[in-house]
């Protein structure tokens, strides 16, 4: 997919992805060794968006396997098309009689079976990014489902048999930590931990991803995220939130956060009755702007060095 590194930074820089050099190398590590990497971190870190960022710098196609409390073998795999195998029969009835076995192994193929995220992904004729998301959702049992494909790149069915990959895709599996994954699907894995970025972090992404944006203002919105993050809150914001956050400011022809636009930017900032009722206390959002421009000129002094550098790299 990539000749090196260097490439897979460009790469995730130009799909919009803040990455770091240690990040970069396991990525690159795990084209080349054709291993799964298991990223783990809590809601909201990136962990989804990695996979996406990946799958358009290496110009190739994501295939997404959403998972989900009660996930089963035929929603990830796929299943036999029984309606269509009863109109193949329906029109062979003539030569059922004389060719019952080639029949039978016709209707137990490829042919009649509609694939799911995990088989499309190993029967595409070029290499994709397959995102298994949420993987602590489902249970051991689905898990153990896993280690084959994982393993050996193939896929047992029942009737149908062993289906190898044609190609092996590039595996990304993400967790919010609601359960242990296990020992065997680790040892399979290269493991990255994702977390909420720190300010300078922060502000590196929202540079890339608000790219005309006022640098004062996307500076602004990295003090905001730092400080909601700060207040414990039942559902502090994502990255992505803090993304739309600064859109909206855009939208709405701000060059900063204002304390009298509180009621129309909560929806972007808190998102359970208990967040919003914290900060529509008196002077709870006033107190927010008021901590994040604590964070703001340390974002700003981040925004315009990178600025600077890639200044100098284009000039």
């Given at each position: 997919?990539f ?9 995730l820089?130009?799909?919009g992805y803040?990455t770091?050099?240690v990040l ?11 291993k ?6 809590p809601?909201?870190?990136?962990k ?6 990946f799958?358009?710098?290496?110009r ?29 029969l329906e029109t062979?009835a ?6 019952w076995?080639?029949l039978?192994?016709h209707?137990?193929s490829l042919?009649?079976?509609t694939?799911?995220p ?6 595409q004729?070029r290499?994709?990014v397959l995102l298994i998301?949420e ?15 994982l393993?050996?790149w193939?896929i047992t069915?029942?009737k149908?048999g ?6 092996v ?11 242990r994954?296990?020992d ?5 894995s290269l ?6 970025p ?7 992404i929202l540079d890339?991803?608000t790219?005309n944006?006022?640098l004062e ?8 995220a730092?400080a909601l993050?700060?207040y414990?809150l039942?559902?502090?914001p ?5 993304v739309?956050?600064?859109r909206?400011?855009q939208?709405l022809?701000?060059?900063e956060?204002r304390v009298?636009?509180?009621d ?8 359970t009755e208990e967040d919003v009722k914290r900060?529509?206390?008196?002077d ?8 994040a421009r604590?964070?703001?000129?340390r974002?700003?002094a981040?925004m315009r060095d990178g ?7 284009l000039?």
């Open positions: 997919m000749s090196g590194p260097e490439e897979v930074a460009i790469g820089r130009s799909a803040a770091d050099p970069v190398q396991i990525i690159w590590l795990a084209t080349e060794m054709q799964p990497i298991l990223i783990e971190g809601p909201g870190t990136g989804t968006f990695l996979a996406q960022a799958a358009a710098a290496a190739t196609d994501l295939i997404r396997l959403q998972c989900f409390e009660g996930i089963t073998e035929r929603q990830a795999i796929g299943s036999f098309d029984e309606a269509l195998q009863r109109l193949f062979q003539d030569v059922i009689d004389r060719q076995e080639s039978r192994s209707l137990h042919d009649f079976f694939h799911g995990l088989l499309q992904a190993v029967l004729p290499r994709v998301d993987l602590d959702k489902v249970d051991q049992k689905f898990e153990a489902l896993l280690l084959e494909i393993s050996d193939q069915i029942p149908l062993t289906v190898k990959a044609t190609t895709p590039f595996v990304v599996m993400t967790s919010n930590q609601e359960r994954l296990g065997p699907l680790r040892r399979r493991y990255q931990r994702i977390e909420h720190d300010v300078k972090k922060e502000a590196e890339i991803r790219a944006a006022p203002l996307k500076a602004q919105a990295v003090g905001m730092q993050r700060g414990n039942v559902k502090p994502s990255i992505d939130e803090i739309q956050f600064v909206a400011l939208l022809g701000r060059t956060v009298e636009d509180r129309v930017l909560l929806p972007f900032l808190a998102k900060l529509l206390l008196r709870g959002f006033g107190s927010l702007v008021a901590t604590e964070y703001q000129e974002a700003l981040v600025k600077t550098i890639l200044e100098a790299q000039s």
